[in-house]
């Protein structure tokens, strides 16, 4: 009886105890959230809405000056006729100023800042974004983000 008595004690205890939290290192989060806005801003500089893997299927996107635009699809199809008033020569530069990283690393809320400049560097617009990003099959995509653009000075 006291041995039935001590493995339920046992059992009892071990599934009481918290699992160990993964160590998340937010250096290495942030250079891949770097890497996929980079990669993002390559869309407008080169015009390659094909390479566009930044949003997930249920995103909702809420670009400068539009209604909130959802669904991955349609995200696509607004960037393509954003794409033809695009600025010949100009790109886009993408810098994170913070991120918040989930414990368990599957969620990272990023604020940014962008500027929109020609071939010679003149800001032709710039402004500040946020961007939430869920892990999905070991990937993080946009599952959410909103920009705002500042004036520029003639």
């Not at 160990?20 to 806005?37: F, H, L, R, S």
Request: hydrophobic letters at 40%; one cysteine or more; proline letters at 3%.
């Amino acid at each position: 009886m006291g041995g039935l008595l001590a493995v339920i004690l046992m059992i009892s205890v071990s599934c009481n105890q918290e699992k160990e939290k993964p160590t998340i290192d937010k250096n290495q989060v942030m250079a891949e959230i770097q890497a996929i806005e980079n990669k993002f801003a390559l869309v407008y500089t080169h015009r390659n809405l094909d390479s566009l893997t930044y949003y997930a299927d249920d995103a909702v996107s809420y670009f400068v000056g539009q209604e909130p635009i959802a669904g991955k699809n349609a995200i696509h199809q607004f960037i393509e006729e954003d794409l033809k008033d695009f600025p010949s020569g100009a790109k886009i530069l993408n810098e994170i100023l913070e991120i918040y990283v989930t414990d368990d690393g599957n969620n990272v809320a990023e604020i940014g800042a962008y500027k929109q400049v020609d071939s010679t560097g003149k800001i032709l617009q710039n402004g500040h974004y946020f961007s939430f990003f869920a892990k999905r099959n070991g990937k993080y995509l946009c599952t959410r983000d909103m920009a705002t653009a500042h004036p520029t000075a003639e």
